[in-house]
C-alpha cells in the first residue's frame, strides 16, 4: 500500500515534469516559425494532391 | 540484369547468415539473430570490397557478385546441414505472429506501428525520388563512391585541396556500403537510403536490449518505436551522411555486449559461459570494427566501450556465484579473440593506412595531449567553428538549448535542433528515474548500457550537433521503457502523450529540401530526368546557382566509360561557393572524374593525354581557358590550309565555366 501510494506520487511528479517540459518546449519563441512552416508545408501537400486529384478526374 | 542481380545477391547474403545464425538459438534471440544476420552481412560486404578493391584492384561488378555468391552458396550449404529452411521460415513466421499479436491487442501501439510503417514507406518513396542532395553526400562521400568505382580500386587520388585529401584519408566503411547500392543497379537511385537499413538495425536493437532489461515485451515495442520518432533520425535515413549508422552500430555493439554482463554471471546463465558469451562477443566486435572505420571519430567510442567493459570485469571479480569466482583470464581472452581482434581486423584498416602514409592515424586532426603532440596534422579542431550562440553557453546550457530546438524548420545536418520532443517531454525525466532506480536497486545490466552510452555522449567533442550523438536517445528510449514497466497500473496516460509526441513528430519532421510541389514535379518525370540541377534543393541552390548550367550538361552528355577532367578545386574552405566534386560523375557512376592542371600548357597537354581525358572543365578567365582560346585562334587561322584538326571544341559555355571537347593528337 506504501509503495503504491509511493509510486502514485512519484507517477504524478514525473506527469507534472513532463507537462512543464512540454510547457516550455513548445513555447519557445522560434516554435511559431516552426509551425508556420510546417502549416505552409502541409497547404502545399493539400493543393497538389487536390489538383492532381482534379487532373485526374477530368 | 542489374536490378535482378541486386536483388538476388542481398536476398542471398543476408539469408545465408540468418539460417546460419539459426544454429545459435541457443546463444542468441530471434531479433538479436535478425540483427546478427545485418552485422554479418554488413561486414561480408564490406571485407569483399576491400579484398577485391585494395588487393586485386578488381573492385567491379562481377567479380564482387561471384565472390559474395561463392561466400553465401558456401555458408548456406553448410548452414543447411545443421538446420532446416523450412524451421528457419517457421521461426520468422511464428515471430511475426506473435509480434503482430501483441501489437494488434493495444490498439494505441498499433496506432503508432502504423504511423511508424507509414513513415518509412514515406522514406523510401523520397530516397527513391529524389537524388542524393545533402552537402557532405556530394562534397565527399559520393565521390569516394565515384573514385573508388571509376579505378576499380581503393588507392589514394590526386589531392589538389583539402577536400580531396579529405576523401582519402576518410575511413570508407559506410561509403562502402553506398557503392554496394551503386554497382549492381549502375544507377543512384536508391544510394540515399543506405542508412535507413541502420536505422531499422537501431531501432531492432533498442527492442532487444529493452527485453534484455526485462521490460515487458509490449513497452520494449513502445520504446524502440519511440527512438525512430526522433526527426534527426528520420532525416539522416534518407540521405548520404554516416552519422546515423554510426550511432546505430554503436547500440548494435552495446546490444550484443549485454550478453556478457554482470546480471548475466550473478544469474548464473553463463554456466557453460565462454562459449555461449563468443558468438554475441564477435558481433559485438563485428559491430564495434564496423562503427570504428566509418567515421574519424569512431576511436573514441572504441575506448569508452572497452573502458566500460574493464570496469565491468572489474566488478565481475567481486561477485560469485555458485561457489565460481570469475575467471579474468578467460575473459581477457575472449573479449580479445572475439571482441577486439574483429574490431580492429574490420576497422582499423583505414588508421593503419593514414598513419603509413601520413605518419598519423587520425589524419588530418592534430593531436596533442598536456601540449605533447602526438601526432601532426592540419588542424587541431573541426572544419567547421561552432556558432557564436553555442561559443557564448556553458557545457550545460549548450546542450539544453539545443535541446529545445529554437529552429524554425529541421535540416538532415541537425545544426542547431535537438532530438525532437519525445526526447525532451519524455525521455529526459525517464533517464533520471531509470538511472536513479538503477543506482539504488544494483541494476547493473541497465548501468552498463546506460554507462556507455552517456559516457561516450559526455566525451562527444561536438555533443551539442545532436546528429553526432543519436545514440543518447536509445538511452532516453530504454528509460522509457523502464518508466513503463514501472508504472503500468497507469500506462495509458503514457501512451496518449508518446503517441501524440510521435505524431506530432511525424508531422512536423518535414525539411524545406523536400517541398510538396518539387514531389510533384518529380513523381511525373522519367527516372533519368529526376536530377539534383532540376531538384535544386534548398541547402544548396543559392550557393551552387552558377553551376547548375554544367550540371545539366554532364547529366545530358557524360556517358560511360567518358572521361571528364577538371581543372580547378574549392579554395580552401570557403563555404559560400562549394566546388562540388559529385555532380561530376553521371548518375551510374560509369564515367571517370580526373584532376588535370599544370604549369605549362605542354605539360598539360601531356597529362590530358596520359589520363584520356575526353571532356575537360573549366572556369572563365582561367589559365586554361585562355590557352583554350589560343589553341582555337590558331586553329581557325589556319584551318584553311587544311588537315588541321580542331583541338577544343567547344560543347558547353556560360559566364562561369566551359566544357571542352578534348582530341588528342
Known amino acids: 500500500m506504501m509503495s503504491e501510494n509511493k509510486k502514485s506520487i512519484l507517477f504524478v511528479l514525473y506527469i507534472v515534469t513532463a507537462l512543464i517540459l512540454a510547457v516550455i518546449y513548445f513555447s519557445v519563441p522560434e516554435r511559431k516559425e516552426f509551425l508556420e512552416f510546417n502549416i505552409r508545408w502541409w497547404k502545399e501537400l493539400w493543393q497538389v494532391l487536390g489538383s492532381s486529384y482534379i487532373r485526374l478526374v477530368i | 540484369m542489374g536490378t535482378a542481380a541486386y536483388i538476388s545477391i542481398n536476398l542471398l547474403v543476408f539469408f545465408s547468415w540468418n539460417i546460419f545464425l539459426y544454429g545459435k538459438r541457443d546463444s542468441l534471440s530471434f531479433a538479436d539473430r535478425l540483427i546478427g544476420a545485418f552485422v554479418l552481412f554488413l561486414t561480408q560486404i564490406i571485407a ?48 511475426a505472429l506473435r509480434i503482430s499479436g501483441i501489437i494488434k491487442q493495444d490498439k494505441i501501439l498499433l496506432c503508432l506501428f502504423s504511423i511508424f ?31 573508388i568505382m571509376q579505378a576499380g580500386a581503393i588507392q589514394e587520388t590526386r589531392t589538389p585541396s583539402f577536400i580531396q585529401q579529405y576523401i582519402n584519408i576518410f575511413p570508407k566503411n559506410i561509403n562502402l556500403f553506398f557503392l554496394w547500392n551503386v554497382i549492381f543497379l549502375k544507377s543512384d537511385v536508391i544510394v540515399d ?4 537499413v541502420f536505422t531499422i538495425a537501431g531501432v531492432l536493437s533498442i527492442y532487444s536490449m529493452a527485453v534484455k532489461l526485462k521490460i515487458t515485451e509490449k513497452y520494449a515495442i513502445y520504446c524502440a518505436l519511440l527512438f525512430f520518432f526522433t526527426p534527426v533520425l528520420m532525416l539522416q535515413s534518407t540521405i548520404n551522411y554516416v552519422d546515423a549508422a554510426v550511432s546505430m552500430l554503436l547500440l548494435v555493439a552495446v546490444n550484443f555486449l549485454m550478453y556478457d554482463d554482470v546480471e548475466s554471471h550473478m544469474a548464473g546463465n553463463d554456466l557453460n559461459g565462454p562459449v555461449k558469451r563468443r558468438t554475441p562477443l564477435l558481433l559485438a566486435g563485428l559491430s564495434a570494427g564496423l562503427l570504428l572505420g566509418s567515421k574519424p571519430t569512431g576511436p573514441v567510442f572504441i575506448i ?40 580492429i581486423l574490420i576497422g582499423g584498416y583505414w588508421y593503419m593506412r593514414n598513419w603509413i602514409l601520413y605518419g598519423n592515424p587520425v589524419y588530418y586532426m592534430d593531436v596533442s595531449i598536456f601540449n605533447i603532440q602526438l601526432f601532426k596534422g592540419l588542424k587541431s579542431d573541426w572544419v567547421e567553428s561552432a556558432p557564436q550562440i553555442i561559443n557564448n553557453l556553458n557545457y550545460l546550457t549548450r546542450l ?59 566525451v562527444h567533442p561536438r555533443n551539442w550537433t545532436t546528429r553526432y550523438v543519436i545514440f543518447i536517445v536509445g538511452l532516453g528510449a530504454l528509460s522509457f521503457g523502464f518508466v513503463f514497466e514501472y508504472f ?36 511525373a518525370l522519367q527516372a533519368g530526368e ?30 560511360d566509360g567518358d572521361t571528364l577532367a577538371y581543372t580547378f578545386v574549392d579554395t580552401g574552405l570557403d563555404t559560400s561557393r562549394p566546388f ?42 582561367s589559365i586554361e581557358d585562355q590557352w583554350i582560346e589560343k589553341e582555337r585562334r590558331l586553329f581557325y587561322s589556319l584551318s584553311w590550309m587544311g588537315n588541321m584538326k580542331e583541338k577544343f571544341e567547344i560543347m558547353y559555355s556560360d559566364d562561369n565555366y566551359r566544357i571542352v571537347k578534348y582530341k588528342k593528337g
Open chain 2, 48 to 95: 569483399t570490397e576491400m579484398l577485391l578493391g585494395v588487393v586485386f584492384s578488381s573492385l567491379y561488378p562481377l567479380p564482387l557478385l561471384l565472390l559474395n555468391t561463392v561466400i553465401s552458396t558456401g555458408i548456406s550449404i553448410s548452414a543447411l546441414r545443421k538446420n532446416s529452411a523450412a524451421r528457419v521460415y517457421k521461426e520468422i513466421k511464428d515471430e
Open chain 2, 193 to 196: 537510403l543506405g542508412q535507413l
Open chain 2, 117 to 147: 510503417l507509414l513513415s518509412v514507406g514515406w522514406m523510401i518513396f523520397l530516397g527513391y525520388l529524389f537524388p542524393s542532395y545533402s552537402w557532405d553526400a556530394l562534397y565527399y562521400h559520393l565521390p569516394i563512391v565515384g573514385q
Open chain 2, 580 to 621: 562540388f566534386l559529385a555532380p561530376l560523375w553521371n548518375s551510374g557512376f560509369s564515367n571517370k572524374v580526373v584532376y588535370a592542371k599544370s604549369g605549362t600548357y605542354e605539360e598539360w597537354l601531356k597529362e590530358l593525354g596520359s589520363v584520356n581525358a575526353g571532356y575537360i572543365l573549366i572556369r572563365r578567365g
Open chain 2, 530 to 559: 529526376r536530377t539534383l540541377s532540376r531538384h535544386k534543393p534548398f541547402n544548396i541552390d543559392s550557393k551552387v546557382r552558377d553551376e547548375y548550367g554544367y550540371w545539366i550538361w554532364i547529366e545530358n552528355n557524360i556517358a
Open chain 2, 304 to 343: 569508452v566501450m572497452l573502458g566500460i567493459i574493464a570496469i565491468q570485469e572489474a566488478v565481475k571479480l567481486n561477485v560469485i556465484f555458485a561457489g565460481r569466482s570469475h575467471l579474468l583470464k578467460g575473459s581477457l581472452k575472449d573479449y580479445s579473440i572475439c571482441f577486439l581482434m574483429p574490431a
Open chain 2, 488 to 523: 503500468y497500473k497507469r500506462e495509458n496516460v503514457l501512451k496518449i502523450i508518446a503517441l501524440l509526441l510521435a505524431g506530432y513528430t511525424l508531422l512536423t519532421v518535414n525539411s524545406p529540401c523536400i517541398m510538396p510541389e518539387k514531389i510533384r514535379e518529380f513523381v
Open chain 2, 400 to 458: 539544453l538549448y539545443v535541446w529545445l530546438e529554437r529552429v524554425g524548420y529541421y535540416l538532415y545536418d541537425s545544426r542547431l535542433s535537438g532530438f525532437g520532443p519525445v526526447w525532451f517531454v519524455l525521455f529526459l525525466p525517464s533517464i533520471i528515474i531509470a538511472l536513479a532506480h538503477a543506482l539504488i536497486k544494483k541494476k547493473y545490466r541497465f548501468l552498463f548500457t546506460g554507462a556507455i552510452l552517456l559516457l561516450t555522449f559526455l
